[in-house]
Structure formats: C-alpha cells, structure tokens
C-alpha cells in the first residue's frame, strides 16, 4: 500500500515554470515506477511523464517533450515534475501515480493514485 500526496499546484501565466512534488509513505518507495498524469475539464486522464525505480529511465508524453522534466529522489520518498515554458493547454489537475510493474508499460496500469494538484496557465 502506497500513499501519495501532490503538492505545487497554482496559477501561472503563460511561458512560466511550476514544480510539482509527489510525497509517498507507505511500502518501499525505491522499487517502484512513478508518474504523473493530467485532466482537463471534459476530458480523458492523460500521461505526461514516468520514471523508472532507479531513476535511470525516463519517458514522456509528446505534447510535454523538451518542456517538463521528471525526476525522484528516493532518499526523500519523493517525485517531482518540474514544468518550464507552461502553455494554456497545460491547464489540468495533476495526479501522481505509482506501480511495480514492468517499464515497458510505463504509460499505463499503475495502482496507487494521489488526490491531485491543479495547475492553472493563464494567457
């Protein structure tokens, strides 16, 4: 059983930077594979980003590429994503998630879900 708490949310405008944390408690976070999703008003929860349990592997939605960074810090039980040049469209509440299964499906099935944290860009 994991535990999971988003935090880091707010308004920004347009071309601004937010970082976002994930604060898990629970099982052993080390060996498991994290990562963030997003939803809009109206439409289906989207992936954005994923690491794998040792950090070493990353993958990203292609709408966030070159723009959001994901990262973990396993000493400190914690995820971040740290979003640069924020557009409008990336206006969503953000969910941290969290899994064991393999990293071929980084992109889907994970088990443990935070509340979420909502991101608004202004323009």
């Known amino acids: 059983q994991v535990q999971l708490v988003e935090s880091g949310g707010g308004l920004v405008q347009a071309g601004g930077s937010l970082r976002l944390s994930c604060a898990a408690s629970g099982r052993t976070f080390s060996y498991y594979i994290m990562g963030w999703f997003r939803q809009a008003p109206g439409k289906e929860r989207e992936f954005v980003a994923a690491?794998?349990?040792?950090?070493?592997?990353?993958t990203y939605a292609d709408s966030v590429k070159g723009r959001f960074t994901i990262s973990r810090d396993n000493a400190k039980n914690t995820v971040y994503l740290q979003m640069n040049s924020l557009k409008p469209e990336d206006t969503a509440g953000y969910y941290c998630a969290a899994k064991t299964t393999r990293w071929v499906a980084a992109t889907s099935g994970y088990d443990y879900w935070g509340q979420g944290t909502q991101v608004t860009v202004s323009s």
């Open positions: 690491i794998s349990w040792s950090g070493g592997s990353t």
